[in-house]
């Protein structure tokens, strides 16, 4: 049986689609492209999570940014440069 090479890739689980690292990169590298050649000087604003509130009830479920959030804008930010 021959071996499967696997790439890294992003999944919330087993049984949900698994997204390519791959295509996180080239989302970055169109983006800044894009940025460079319609808006040279302009900005991207991104929205975070917020918090959540289980039905009717008093119990507020906390949102956390995830740390990678700080990686994406650097990385975007290298593109850009």
Known sequence: ???VEQSA????????????MELFALNRRRLAE???E???H???VLQGGSDSHHH???VDY????????????????MHLA
């Not at 890739?9 to 390519?20: A, I, N």
Request: aromatic share 4%; proline share 5%.
């Open 1 to 3: 049986m021959a071996a």
């Open 9 to 20: 890739c992003f999944s919330m689980g087993d049984h949900t689609l698994k997204v390519p």
């Open 34 to 36: 894009r940025l460079r």
């Open 38 to 40: 319609k808006a040279p």
């Open 42 to 44: 302009s900005i991207v």
């Open 56 to 58: 009717c009830s008093d």
């Open 62 to 77: 906390k949102f956390q940014q995830a740390g990678n959030l700080d990686s994406l804008l650097a990385q975007i930010s």
